[in-house]
Every structure is written in C-alpha cells, then in structure tokens.
C-alpha cells in the first residue's frame, strides 16, 4: 500500500540521517581528542615551563568541555529524526571561538609542518549571539579540511564584521 511504503521511506530516510549524524560526529570527536592527547604529551615534558604547562592544560580543558557538548548531541539523536536540531542563540565571545579553533587544528597543522594564522580584517563584537557549539564544528571542519587538502604553505582564517544597509550585521570567515 502506499501509506506503508511512505512509512518506510520514512524510516529510511531517519536511518540515512542518524548514519550520516554519527559520521559527522565522530570525525567531530576526533579532531579534540586528538587536542586533547596532543597537549597531554605535552604536559610529559620534563623540562617544560609552567606557563606552557598552563596553557596545555586550560586547552585540554577547553576541548574536554567540547567533547561533551558533542557527546550530548550525539545522545540526543531524537532531535534528528524529529528533524529538530535546535539552534541555540546566546552570547559568546567570536574571538575566544577562533582561538579555540585554531587551537584545536593546530595539532593537525604541526603534524604537515604548515603555518596556520588567524587574523581580523576589522574589529569584531566582543560578544555575539550564536550557537557557539555549531559555530566551533563548522570552523573546525572547514579549516580541518583546508589543512587535510594543503601540501605546503600556510592556512589562514581571516575574520570580518560585515556591515550593510541591507542585512543585519554579521561575522564573515575566510579560509
């Protein structure tokens, strides 16, 4: 009948979707816990000074935190087979976001000896509305994949506050 075969298109399509979440997510897991162990060998160094060891440890805290946020998402599957993703719209702060980021890449970038930069083309907002969770995993994947796809040389995130009469204002990222 056709409302069953709907139903099964259905069901296939929430399956397609849930293969397609985890796949994304766990390369979304990867990317901190490889952070995560990186700056942990880090902290190994016998010699290393404690600012540095500072430093590690408040990254690997940063990504722990993340990883959670992820891990949640993925526990939440509900969500995508409703198709009900909700975006969260709080105040965070873009730079701290870029910064984690780069962080986070910056294992990667080391391991092909390319020179990753970050840089602002205009001031930016102390503090915007997003989901900073989404914002972090787009950013992550776009500049995982431009390293992932860079033989030498260099990848640049360069961000912008783009003003127009038209839109409301808005962050602009270039990599």
């Known amino acids: 009948s056709a409302a069953l075969r709907h139903a099964m298109e259905r069901a296939e399509d929430a ?3 849930k293969s397609e979440f985890l796949a994304n997510m766990s390369h979304e897991i990867r990317t901190p816990m490889t952070a995560v162990l990186g700056f942990a060998e880090i902290l190994l160094e ?17 990504n722990g935190k993340y990883l959670i946020e992820i891990i949640n998402d993925i526990l939440d599957l509900s969500k995508v087979e409703a198709g009900k993703i909700v975006l969260e719209q ?14 986070l890449v910056g294992v990667w ?40 796809f860079t033989d030498t040389g260099s990848v640049r995130l360069i961000t912008r506050f783009v003003t127009s009469n038209e839109h409301e204002p808005m962050l602009q990222f270039d990599i």
């Open 15 to 17: 399956n397609r979707a």
């Open 46 to 62: 016998p010699e290393l000074p404690r600012e540095e060891q500072v430093k590690a440890s408040e990254t690997i805290q940063r």
């Open 90 to 103: 709080i105040p965070c702060c873009p730079a701290q976001i870029v910064s984690d980021v780069m962080a």
């Open 109 to 148: 970038g080391k391991e092909k000896n390319l020179v990753l930069e970050s840089e602002y083309v205009s001031s930016i907002p102390e503090t915007i509305h997003t989901d900073p969770t989404r914002l972090r995993q787009i950013l992550i994947n776009v500049v995982g994949n431009a390293i992932k």
